[in-house]
């Protein structure tokens, strides 16, 4: 098995609402991460994590807070975010967080906040 | 961060090769070079990399000048399927993560 999913594929949001975002992969990658990728631009970082543990959190606001519950799994959850918030969310996992080790990326959650 | 430049857009005839160039000039001397793939309502897909010798796969050769300040991905025989944008990548200043620049669009044409 080579895939990681994502679920939801779609989510729309009020700017009250709390929702989460979920990503799985079963390749026994122990480093997972999540990207924001604004319509026509790359991808840009957000949080990695190796070994469960949060490694890299590049300045994202608090609003959006991560958790991973165990070596497959992955969250964003989200709370009283904006209309700027709105973007396809990214996920990937490789075998080690070395940037020389392959990512392998999800479809995404293209989100929308209202 | 090592940025890389690319050009916003490229065509190819199918069956041709797409020969696609990426400025690295502020790359330092061990850092590698990253291709990634982002095909229409998917996620990036690795291409390859390369440090400073050319490299080729089953996808794709890497070209890499000998000043490390460029290198060129070249797609054999491009079919429709590889139309999609193309990102030249490098790492931060840590080199502990991948920051993409900003792509070309390949558009492969019958």
């Known amino acids: 098995d080579t895939e990681v999913t994502q679920t939801p594929k779609h989510l729309v949001m009020g700017m009250t609402n709390k929702k989460s975002l979920k990503c799985e992969q079963h390749?026994?990658?122990?480093?997972m991460y999540w990207y924001k990728q604004k319509a026509k631009k790359p991808p840009e970082l957000m949080f990695v994590?190796?070994?469960?543990?949060?490694?890299i959190n590049e300045s994202v606001p608090s609003r959006f807070s991560p958790e991973c519950p165990n070596s497959s799994l992955l969250n964003l959850h989200l709370h009283a975010l904006q209309p700027e918030d709105s973007a396809l969310y990214l996920c990937?996992?490789?075998?080690?967080?070395?940037?020389?080790?392959?990512?392998?990326f999800g479809p995404g959650t293209r989100l929308t906040v209202l | 961060d090592a940025k890389t430049t690319q050009p916003p857009s490229m065509d190819c005839a199918e069956g041709r090769a797409a020969n696609l160039p990426c400025n690295h000039s502020t790359i330092s001397g061990n850092e590698y070079v990253y291709w990634y793939r982002q095909i229409h309502s998917q996620g990036p897909q690795y291409i390859i990399h390369?440090?400073?010798n050319n490299e080729t796969n089953e996808m794709a050769s890497l070209i890499i000048t000998e000043d490390r300040k460029s290198s060129t991905l070249i797609l054999p025989h491009a079919t429709l399927r590889d139309t999609a944008v193309y990102y030249c990548i490098g790492t931060n200043n840590a080199g502990n993560m991948l920051t993409f620049g900003g792509g070309t669009r390949l558009m492969v044409k019958p």
């Open positions: 390369g440090l400073k």
């Open positions: 994590y190796s070994y469960e543990k949060l490694s």
């Open positions: 990937a996992s490789s075998p080690t967080s070395g940037v020389h080790n392959e990512q392998f």
């Open positions: 390749m026994g990658h122990r480093a």
